[in-house]
């Protein structure tokens, strides 16, 4: 795992750090819309005294806390993968580039000892779901991974 020198020290300072996860990045806004909104995120995380984590697999190595280059890649790749729980070991021996869910980024933050994670929404139930079991793995990861989740709530159209 490659945890920035910045996160590291803050980790051992015992400043705040906050994860962010990377899929708004990759899957969620045109560029450079996705790298100017991923950079005023992490500015409202510092104007608030903690250390933004934005995290990601680059080169088929987690990444914990981006800099500027490794999100400028990000945000202009076609061919990053959207990586839940279930695709991480793949992206990980395929060397690929990936943007983390909700539900991965609480599982590098707990590795890397992050306690918050900041995002947007998390997934929910999808309609028919009865039928389906199209259940978000996000609802399953905050049953399984103690990393504390600050969001608007379960997005509402699933």
Do not use: W
């Amino acid at each position: 795992m490659n945890v920035s020198a910045e996160v590291q020290a803050a980790l051992q300072r015992g400043q705040g750090v906050v994860a962010l996860e990377s899929t708004i990045i990759t899957h969620g806004m045109p560029y450079p819309q996705n790298r100017d909104t991923a950079l005023a995120v992490e500015q409202v995380v510092r104007d608030n005294g903690a250390i933004p984590a934005t995290i990601a697999i680059l080169d088929g190595q987690v990444s914990v806390g981006l800099n500027d280059k490794q999100l400028q890649a990000l945000a202009t790749s076609r061919d990053a993968m959207k990586l839940s729980r279930a695709d991480l070991a793949m992206a990980l021996s395929q060397k690929a580039m990936g943007s983390t869910t909700v539900a991965a980024t609480m599982i590098i933050a707990q590795l890397a000892s992050i306690k918050v994670f900041a995002t947007g929404g998390i997934g929910g139930v999808h309609h028919g779901a009865e039928l389906s079991f199209d259940i978000s793995a996000d609802l399953q990861e905050l049953n399984r991974t103690p990393v504390t989740v600050i969001c608007a709530g379960a997005k509402a159209i699933l």
